[in-house]
């Protein structure tokens, strides 16, 4: 199993007040005085996961009044700000942008400067004793103006204050419907003057028109979640291989507007419409390496093959239709076949031909061939052999991400048995995703 947390990440959307330790939750609110749904740590924990998982939006905000409440001094804003940095360098995080948003951390006096300076001090803190320790972190702070408050001009100015001391971004979230970035299109103007980055929440609860106005009024470089720009993509129900963008899903694509997609948080928040009680799977916006590296051409399902140098040359027309890489390529995976052999037979059924990588591979990618009957491979282990995938790689480290996909891919029996049935490529495309 791919060991997750060592590969090192970076984190471009997560919130400070959505992170907290539950031990510190009740740990502060004894203090305070502070009432919570639970009087323990483990039950508080369980508490936040039904609020999240409960599908009604006002559970899931009201999570956040209870951690409001526990960061409104500078030692305990400083104090989540800590646990939060250690916490994001134990997930692999080597570059994290923590979001929040100061003006809801004044009820007990606090002003906005001190606040975010609060939170540096946190975030300084633990940079230091995760590098003390061999380890790597830098954290930049985005602050977060509140649709609903506006406070936009302020909080701006808040932000250009502090920029080059922690702080690289100004963003805008609260409730999106109702609550344009056309209301405060001053403030985001003069951010622009500011030459300033702005990352705006838009296209979660609200469609293509919210996303829109994030863009013109926002001028937003990138989309807080965004995941609606496919109410603007448009696809054949009968052919997957016919779509289409709108002007919106147009420009985003072509200005590289990333979208910072939490896929989790779009199934608790309900942003994929039309569905109930939607799983990862309904998730609009396919995510998997696997997919994105299997070109159009690249499936080949109940073809026959009689012997293994077949089953390899069916692999590399797979690469060779979907522009990955040369005829001789193909040829240089035969003898690399020759070579090493069972080596490239990798798990019960399944090998993966490959060449070295050369000037043959045009761009790094995938084939699939599925075998009409098994072939002898002349693996003692893991023969006969039915599924044959292809890879080309430009180089050795480029293709990291591929290999974890198909090892959780290979590991789980239910679908690799549901890829031997199939002859249907958006089922398999489905079942990669
Ligand atoms: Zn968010």
Redesign the pocket.
């Known amino acids: 199993m791919t060991d997750y947390r060592a590969i090192p990440k970076i984190s471009l ?1 997560d ?1 400070l007040d ?1 992170g907290l330790r539950p031990e510190t939750i009740v740990e502060i609110s004894d203090a305070i005085g502070h009432k919570l749904p639970a009087d323990n740590a483990k039950d508080l924990n369980q508490w936040f996961l039904d609020s999240c998982d409960s599908g009604s939006l006002v559970r899931y905000l009201e999570t956040f009044e209870h951690t409001i409440a526990v960061m409104q001094s500078e030692e305990n804003l400083a104090r989540v700000a800590y646990e939060f940095a250690l916490d994001l360098a134990k997930d692999g995080v080597i570059y994290g942008e923590i ?1 929040w948003a100061p003006e809801q951390h004044l009820r007990n006096g606090l002003s906005l400067d001190q606040a975010v300076e609060a939170v540096e001090a946190g975030l300084a803190k633990a940079r230091k004793e995760v590098r003390a320790e061999g380890g790597y972190l830098a954290t930049g702070q985005l602050i977060t103006a509140m649709r609903q408050n506006d406070k936009a001009q302020e909080i701006a100015e808040l932000t250009v204050r502090h920029r080059n001391k922690g702080v690289v971004g100004f963003d805008y ?1 609260g409730p999106e419907d109702g609550f344009s970035p056309t209301r405060h299109a001053g403030a985001f103007a003069w951010l622009n003057e500011q030459l300033m980055p702005v990352t705006l ?1 838009a296209g979660e609860a609200a469609g293509r028109d919210s996303i829109r106005a994030a863009i013109v009024d926002g001028r937003t470089l990138r989309l ?2 965004g995941v609606r720009i496919i109410e603007d993509v448009f696809v054949d129900e009968n052919d997957d291989n016919k779509y289409g963008f709108g002007e919106v899903a147009t420009w985003v694509l072509e200005r590289g507007i990333a979208l ?1 997609l ?1 896929p989790s ?1 779009n199934l608790q928040t309900g942003a994929i419409p039309g569905i109930e009680n939607p799983t990862m799977r309904d998730h609009p916006v396919v995510m998997s390496a696997l997919n994105d590296a299997l070109g159009q051409n690249a499936i080949q399902l109940a073809v026959s093959a009689s012997t293994w140098s077949e089953a390899i040359t069916l692999a590399g027309n797979g690469l060779e239709l979907s522009g990955r890489s040369t005829s001789e390529y193909t040829r240089a995976m035969i003898s690399a076949f020759e070579e090493l052999g069972p080596y490239m037979v990798i798990a019960p059924g399944i090998a993966l031909a490959h060449a070295r990588p050369s000037s043959e591979v045009l761009s790094t990618g995938l084939s699939l061939v599925v075998l009409e009957s098994s072939v002898e491979f002349g693996s003692e282990r893991f023969d006969p052999v039915r599924i044959v995938f292809g890879l080309a790689a430009i180089d050795h480290d480029g293709h990291i991400d591929l290999m974890a996909g198909l090892s959780e891919l290979l590991l789980d029996e239910t679908k690799v048995n549901m890829l031997l049935q199939s002859d249907n490529e958006s089922e398999v495309r489905r079942l990669l995703g």
């Open positions: 959307h919130h959505g979001r979230a929440h807080g979640h910072e939490s948080s």
